[in-house]
């Protein structure tokens, strides 16, 4: 267990609704005193310094495990989440085989444990047997195994009859059913967002209304349902397009129990980097030739990715959501793929980005320019994924900087940039759009569960 004394740093707690100056003190592993800074001690202690954090969550996270352990394993991404300062991490069950029975959580939850990581391990069940889309798993022994949502992610769960019954019986069972807004029909050979990029680069356009009719149809499944079944619960991930947000804002309006989160690339990137431009959405013009903004070569298939890269216009959307609280969270759609696997013509490439160690750079990214505040940035990585666990956690009811209670912290240091390099990312999935870039923010230290899980080299 562990000691740690950070002084006269800025610490943001969602959970208690408070930022500030302040000091913490880790005995034993133990959060031991947290103190408020005030007056003269406080003078010179600003939030563009040392931050102290809880750990985050991430909802979403592909750990490739079983099955692809050439592009991850579950110990490589429990420290590519470390690096990225999350300290509880939900796995996506697209594994092969998928995690649609018992088992497969139980070989994971092993590999967890035999990688000696403090990060905490979560994980969502398939909806349907083998992610098929023909018959529901088995929902009730997954849950009684402790999943913390069911998930065909990867693809969308295929009829809005077994949507139906999903969201009953996993309703039943308290659980949330996590859906990949995606209609297949209209996206089949789509390679990049519908518009002028798309266009001008000659990539088969994917077109908003793919993600849109997919929302449309599971939040009038979830209204149909939620009539017999008061428990059922819809989160729809990384949604992408203005329209498909707008749908999730009427519908909460409307007392609809449905949650969604953003990701850090849709937030920051657009589809200008596919044509080589690599400013950040909240500069960009969605026309990266008029502007002469083209700094890369075109086509990287790092860039490649399921909802695909959108328009200035809709990643505002994102951003717009994410502040007025339509986005619940931020999830980072976590993706690693090996080189082959992204080494072939940018439509034949696998979709996915290794984003997990970049989603708090970017976040500050957009702090930093003012689209974002930093508690808020903080509360879509803590809170607000909390909030859709519903206490599935072992930290449920301390998402905070609570005095007593196990460390589980981030520390990092605004003041300092880093360069994202194949050899800075602990995932083995090297496929960063941003390899070669500088991101602020550098995590100095991760603890979770009292445990050191993280440390920089020169910390
Ligand atoms: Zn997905």
């Known amino acids: 267990m562990t000691d740690l004394e950070i002084s006269r740093a800025w610490l943001v707690d969602p959970a208690a609704g408070r930022e500030g100056p302040g000091e913490i003190v880790v005995r034993g592993g133990v959060l031991d005193a947290v103190t408020w800074l005030s007056g003269a001690e406080a003078k010179g202690v600003g939030p563009d310094g040392v931050v102290v954090a809880p750990g985050f969550i991430d909802l979403h996270a592909h750990l490739r495990e079983p099955g692809n352990e050439d592009a991850e394993t579950v110990a490589s991404g429990l420290a590519a989440a470390a690096h990225g300062g999350f300290t509880t991490v939900c796995a996506m069950p697209n594994t092969d085989p998928a995690l649609d029975e018992p088992g497969v959580l139980a070989r994971i939850r092993a590999a967890a444990v035999a990688s000696g990581s403090p990060v905490e391990l979560l994980a969502h069940g398939a909806v349907t047997a083998g992610r098929a889309g023909e018959q529901l798993a088995a929902l009730g022994e997954l849950a009684d195994a402790g999943v913390?949502?069911?998930?065909?992610?990867?693809?969308?769960?295929?009829?809005?009859?077994?949507?139906?019954?999903?969201?009953?019986?996993?309703?039943?069972?308290?659980?949330?059913?996590?859906?990949?807004?995606?209609?297949?029909?209209?996206?089949?050979?789509?390679?990049?967002?519908?518009?002028?990029?798309?266009?001008?680069?000659?990539?088969?356009?994917?077109?908003?209304?793919?993600?849109?009719?997919?929302?449309?149809?599971?939040?009038?499944?979830?209204?149909?349902?939620?009539?017999?079944?008061?428990?059922?619960?819809?989160?729809?991930?990384?949604?992408?397009?203005?329209?498909?947000?707008?749908?999730?804002?009427?519908?909460?309006?409307?007392?609809?129990?449905?949650?969604?989160?953003?990701?850090?690339?849709?937030?920051?990137?657009?589809?200008?980097?596919?044509?080589?431009?690599?400013?950040?959405?909240?500069?960009?013009?969605?026309?990266?030739?008029?502007?002469?903004?083209?700094?890369?070569?075109?086509?990287?298939?790092?860039?490649?990715?399921?909802?695909?890269?959108?328009?200035?216009?809709?990643?505002?959307?994102?951003?717009?959501?994410?502040?007025?609280?339509?986005?619940?969270?931020?999830?980072?759609?976590?993706?690693?793929?090996?080189?082959?696997?992204?080494?072939?013509?940018?439509?034949?490439?696998?979709?996915?980005?290794?984003?997990?160690?970049?989603?708090?750079?970017?976040?500050?990214a957009a702090v930093d320019a003012g689209r974002l505040s930093l508690p808020r940035a903080i509360a879509a990585l803590t809170t607000g994924p909390a909030t859709v666990l519903g206490g599935r956690s072992r930290r449920a009811g301390s998402v905070g900087l609570v005095e007593g209670a196990p460390a589980d912290l981030v520390v990092f240091d605004r003041a300092e940039r880093w360069t994202v390099t194949a050899d800075a990312l602990a995932s083995r999935g090297k496929n960063s759009p941003l390899v070669g870039m500088e991101l602020p923010g550098r995590v100095m230290v991760t603890m979770a569960a009292g445990r050191m899980a993280y440390e920089a080299p020169d910390a």
């Open 148 to 364: 913390v949502g069911f998930s065909d992610d990867g693809a969308p769960v295929k009829t809005g009859s077994i949507l139906r019954a999903a969201l009953a019986y996993a309703g039943a069972l308290g659980l949330p059913i996590v859906d990949h807004a995606e209609d297949a029909g209209l996206t089949a050979g789509a390679e990049a967002n519908d518009g002028v990029v798309a266009t001008v680069l000659g990539l088969r356009g994917w077109p908003a209304a793919a993600e849109e009719a997919a929302v449309a149809r599971d939040l009038a499944v979830l209204a149909d349902v939620v009539r017999d079944v008061p428990g059922a619960r819809l989160h729809l991930t990384h949604l992408s397009t203005a329209g498909a947000l707008d749908f999730v804002r009427r519908a909460k309006a409307a007392g609809l129990p449905v949650s969604c989160d953003v990701t850090p690339h849709h937030l920051a990137l657009t589809d200008e980097w596919v044509a080589g431009a690599r400013r950040w959405a909240w500069e960009a013009s969605g026309d990266p030739w008029s502007d002469q903004a083209l700094v890369a070569g075109p086509y990287a298939t790092a860039l490649r990715v399921n909802p695909p890269l959108r328009s200035p216009a809709d990643a505002a959307a994102c951003m717009a959501a994410l502040v007025d609280g339509t986005a619940d969270a931020v999830a980072t759609d976590h993706a690693p793929h090996t080189e082959v696997d992204k080494a072939v013509e940018f439509g034949q490439a696998a979709n996915g980005i290794s984003g997990i160690e970049t989603a708090l750079g970017l976040l500050l």
